[in-house]
């Protein structure tokens, strides 16, 4: 299996844009996280799915983010506009409902907003 | 609510020295128990899980680590410490029932001097 993919690995955009994060859980998981790490505040769970449906999104900052799933295979994290303050590393991961709910991490998108 | 507390920041051994990483955990019942490596620019990995049973778990790359109910405590091991094992590690606690929502520790960094 190829593992949690992730894309893009960097970002780099101007304040205000919009910037999407892309995320392919692996096959048969049916949990999903979207993590955020900062040196500040550590690794922060955004939001979670279960089978494709937000189950816990009081993590998420502000209204400017948002998350979809929109099948088993694909969720992408959503900032619109960006702020220099969204700059951190972005981890996508998902988990088997079996085995503990252990979580497999991508490798993580990091985010500079200019 | 769950929590988890790696007392210990920063760690520095040299290389070939024994390791032990701790965290203790707060949670009403029988916890899920895990740790987490994460290798510069690298997301998180998991060493080792703590579900039931045997309360000494062997993980992958050497790594151990005793559950201690009594203590609270769930301490990663390694007898003899290698310099690629220079990462940042994370304890987590996982809830055994009712609502799944997983909590990290900050974590620690682990030097290793030559």
Known sequence: ?114 | AQSVTQPDIHITVSEGASLELRCNYSYGATPYLFWYVQSPGQGLQLLLKYFSGDTLVQGIKGFEAEFKRSQSSFNLRKPSVHWSDAAEYFCAVGASGGSYIPTFGRGTSLIVHP
Request: glycine residues 8%; contains cysteine; charged residues 20%.
């Open chain 1, 1 to 114: 299996d190829a593992g949690v993919i992730q894309s893009p690995r960097h970002e780099v955009t101007e304040m205000g844009q919009e910037v999407t994060l892309r995320c392919k859980p692996i096959s048969g998981h049916d949990y999903l996280f979207w993590y955020r790490q900062t040196m500040m505040r550590g690794l922060e769970l955004l939001i979670y799915f279960n089978n494709n449906v937000p189950i816990d999104d009081s993590g998420m900052p502000e209204d400017r983010f948002s998350a979809k799933m929109p099948n088993a295979s694909f969720s992408t994290l959503k900032i619109q506009p960006s702020e220099p303050r969204d700059s951190a590393v972005y981890f996508c991961a998902s988990s088997p409902r079996e085995g503990g709910y252990e979580q497999y991490f991508g490798p993580g998108t990091r985010l500079t907003v200019t």
